[in-house]
Structures are given as structure tokens and as C-alpha cells.
């Protein structure tokens, strides 16, 4: 790999805020799915705090504690513990199967443990259950699902799948920052820095700048 394609796989990295899954991302310069494996993951927890939207279904009181607790193992959009959320998640989609919400987070947290294919198919069915207008609230979880999509579309070398999902995520919403920082990876990795550096920063604008940050100290940004 030449020192620019090198660099641009670091940028793709920090863009994608997947730490634990960067040494697997060779797999989108090569055409090649990573590998499907489970990676341990630091002990860290975040809250992520928003309310459950009135759109979606009612959860038992045990199955909103799960779902909550799910969320707060993400830091940005780096799942710290995956496997624990993805059990948390199943739990949740047990008791209510099309509960949007829950298959979002839980593709982001398959995603993260290379489990695309199965990550790909709950963001769809996520993607499915959302209304295309009208609601505000549906409009952002819709923007959520299809940049998580557009994700797991990079980490399985389908680009021009994710650059129509990020299209969509900003459609529903113009304001969901992680459609900024996985389009400002998708713009590293078609060598468009100065793209992807005006993405990131947009990201860390709606309040997502640990990417931005990392580009800037390691000198792939300005």
C-alpha cells in the first residue's frame, strides 16, 4: 500500500470512529469483506440519553431499561462494548421485533463486530419501518438508519450503495452528524481530502468532533 493510500486508510479510520474495527478496514481498499469476528472491546460507558420517540412502540419498563443501558455503552459513535449491547438489543427485539430504534443501534453494534451482513439487514428493516415524511421524529430516526447503513455499505466495499444512503440520511435530515463524518470518509477514501475534512468538521459542528479532532492532531486536517 503506498504512503497516500496508507494515510488515506488512517483518515478513513478516524472518520468512521470505529477504533476497534480499523485493522479489519483494509477490506474496503481490497474489495473484501472483513472478516466476521468478535474483538474485545475497552470497558467504557457513555450516556446517550435521548427520550424514546412517541412513534415508536411502547417497551416494558425492563425492556426501556435495556435499550438505555445499550446506548450508554457509545462514546460518539464508537460502540465500546459491543457484544454486551448486541445482547442487551436482542432482548429488547425480542419483546417488540420491529422496534425501530433497537435495530438501529443493534446494526451499528453488529457493524462493529464485523457482522455486516446481519448489521446491513436490521438497518433495512429499521430503514422500512420509518415513515418518509410528515414526522420530525421520523425523519431523524430515518436520517440515523440510513447513515448507519451507509456505514456498514463502506465496511463491505459498497460505495456508490452508501454515498445513495448518505444522500437519503441528509434528505431526512440535514442536521444528523454522522451522515457528515461517514460521507467525510467516504471523500478520504476517493482521495478528496479537503471534502472530507470540511465533512468531519460539519460533524463536529452538530456536536460530533472526536474525528475532526484526530484528523487535526494527526495532521490529515487543518
Partial sequence: MSGMRAARMAALCLALVALSGCARLGGVFSGSVPEDSRNASPAASAASGAERPSLLPLLSPEGERKLMEARS???????????RATLLLDAVLEEVPDYADALIWRGKALTAQG??????????MAVRLLPGGGQPEGARLRARAYAARAYTALRMAREQGAERDLASALEADPSEPTAYLYRGALEFLRGKDAEGCADLGRACELG?????QQAESGGLCR
Fill in 208 to 212: 460530533m468532533c472526536g474525528a475532526r
Fill in 115 to 124: 457482522y455486516l451482513e446481519d448489521a446491513f439487514d436490521d438497518l433495512t
Fill in 73 to 83: 455503552l457509545w462514546i460518539e459513535d464508537d460502540c465500546v462494548e459491543p457484544e
